[in-house]
């Protein structure tokens, strides 16, 4: 069963890495036959427009140009219900079969702070700091109800965007990112156990290890379309000071937005994100009590649909020129999960953006 999910995993990565690497590559290729033979495709990609920037929920989307900075904020809510056994939902009851404890559902919420700064247009750095708020509902067996809460600091993240194509209306990136284990992994609260106990692996702020982000990046524009690509990943570095390392993380999405003023655009997402497996374990954790606590429980699988909307202000007084103002709402329309594992319902993302050059 075991073999079986990674396999097929792999065998799913592949697939998804390869066509979106096909797709980057024709879309550049095509574009510069269209370039040479009609001349419409000869622009210099712009950010000066509504979906100059991703869909909100997409880091490191984009970079600036020498000496450019912008600040950002970004509001996150997602929402957690009912489980699953692989692509099946399960009931409390059922999981109330095999284990002490179920969690009935989860929210989270994170304020999330960024920074970039381009000190040349090929290089951006990008700085982000998360504060993030977690809550989630549990059932027992013997029928009583209790909640834990977790809230504080996050991971905070230092990226390096590398320019390395920027012609025919189209860039590509890297990312090149690292994650510091500023979060905590030490989260207690109260539970049927007793007061103070360490709270199971999804409820904790941080990884506790050094995380590397790699990734690659593509935009692309033309007249009032524009469309992107990224894939990136989560590589843990060792195991944190709790015996055990969070699965390493895929990523891969692409957007469509369409610009229908030079005020807003609407944009329309695909995510495909697959997480693995807990390595080692936190001691202080008994993974027959609740699945939350079983580091061979936490893998999986989703494909997100997102809507979204962004709003920039492309002309006025200094200050207020270049201010952005995005929403991003999506939820799952696949998931696989290794379970019993909490569903995700929904979520929602909100931003402001603001980019000024001394
Ligand atoms: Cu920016």
Known sequence: MKYLYNSSGLAVKFAVVTTLLLMIFTTISSAQTWSRSTQTFDQKWSGGRPDGHAPIGVMGDHTH??????????????????????????????????????PTDMQTQMHMFGLMFAPTSYI??????PYVKKEMNHLT???????????GLGDIKFTGLIKIFDNYSQRVHINAGMSFPTGSIDKKDATPAGPNQQL???????????????GITYLGQYKTLSWGSQVSGV??????????????QFDATA??????????STSYRLDWSSWGNIDGEDPALNPAVVPTADPNLRGGDRLDMLFG????????????????????????????LDGPQLESDWVLWLGWQYAWKF
């Open 141 to 151: 067996r013997m029928g009583t109800r209790f909640k834990t809460e977790a809230e």
């Open 124 to 129: 951006t750095f990008m700085g982000m700091v």
């Open 65 to 102: 140009n020498t000496g450019e900075f912008m600040l950002s904020y970004r509001f996150m809510l997602m929402d957690m219900g009912g489980n699953r056994i692989g692509t099946n939902r399960v009931s409390n009851q059922r999981v109330l079969e095999d284990f002490m404890v179920t």
């Open 309 to 336: 909307l962004n709003f920039y202000v492309p002309e006025g007084p200094s200050f207020i020129k270049g201010q952005r103002i995005a929403v991003e709402f999506g939820f799952p329309v696949f998931q696989d």
């Open 200 to 214: 199971p692996y999804p409820m904790q702020l941080g990884s506790g290890t050094f995380d590397l982000l790699p």
């Open 255 to 264: 957007w469509g937005a369409w610009d229908w003023f030079n005020w807003v």
């Open 235 to 248: 590589i843990r570095l060792g195991d944190n000071d709790r015996d055990y390392s969070l699965g390493d």
